[in-house]
């Protein structure tokens, strides 16, 4: 992940730097709707990272009744409760749907909204463009090169706002573990007293 976002940033860079050789006027102007749709990335941050955390929690919650089920499906069976455990695991299935369509609907649906915002400037990149070919300054061929090459950054502005959104999803998986891993060092670390004895156990065992 980490190198990913790294290789987005130095090839919408590389495509930056390309576009201002060209020209300066025409590139800031026809870039200013791209850190629009990263801040809109960002400001949606908060509810895609609340939404994927309650996917989860639900994902989680599905799994545990799952394994219950499994482990006490004939106590259910004798004690006629299995068609209680049943609607239950229904209802914990239709919300698990739920959560997880509101979750990933609202992150897949954004790539195209970026996408738009970041094309916005393609506009300018035809009316200040087209008055330089009119004035010779560039070619038709240039202009081309020019519309090639805003498209492609414009292309990837709107992955890399997936891919922070995606970064954000990650997030909320790694606040989910990391207790069990701080808890698993916490008993590597603990002292050898602590452990109770192999003997001991036996001794006891034999004053049963």
């Known amino acids: 992940m980490t190198t990913e976002i790294f290789d987005t940033g130095v090839l919408m ?3 930056l730097i390309t576009m201002l050789i060209y020209d300066r006027r025409i590139t800031l ?11 809109l990335a960002g400001l949606l941050k908060r509810t895609i990272v609340r939404r994927a955390a309650a996917a989860r929690e ?6 545990d009744l799952t394994y219950d089920f499994i482990d006490h499906a004939l106590l259910y069976r004798v004690n006629n409760a299995e068609e209680r455990c049943q609607k239950e695991y229904g209802q914990a299935l239709a919300e698990l749907e739920r959560r997880s369509v509101r979750a990933s609907v609202l992150e897949n649906s954004m790539r195209p909204v970026y996408n738009a915002i970041s094309m916005l400037g393609v506009g300018g990149v035809f009316l200040l463009g087209g008055q330089m070919v009119i004035d010779g300054q560039w070619t038709v061929g240039a202009l081309s090169a020019y519309l090639v090459i805003f498209m492609a ?9 997936k891919l922070f959104n995606s970064v954000q999803k990650a997030s909320v998986s790694w606040r989910r573990i990391q207790p069990y891993l701080t808890s698993g060092r916490s008993e590597e670390k603990r002292p050898p ?11 006891e ?3 049963l």
Not at 193 to 203: I, R
């Open 205 to 207: 065992g034999e004053g």
């Open 193 to 203: 007293d602590a452990q109770t004895p192999l003997d001991q156990v036996e001794v």
């Open 29 to 39: 102007l026809a870039c200013l709707f791209v850190p629009a749709a990263m801040g």
């Open 58 to 63: 639900e994902s989680s919650r599905v799994a």
């Open 153 to 161: 950054l414009t292309t990837k502005a709107s992955k890399a706002g």
């Open 13 to 15: 860079l590389s495509y």
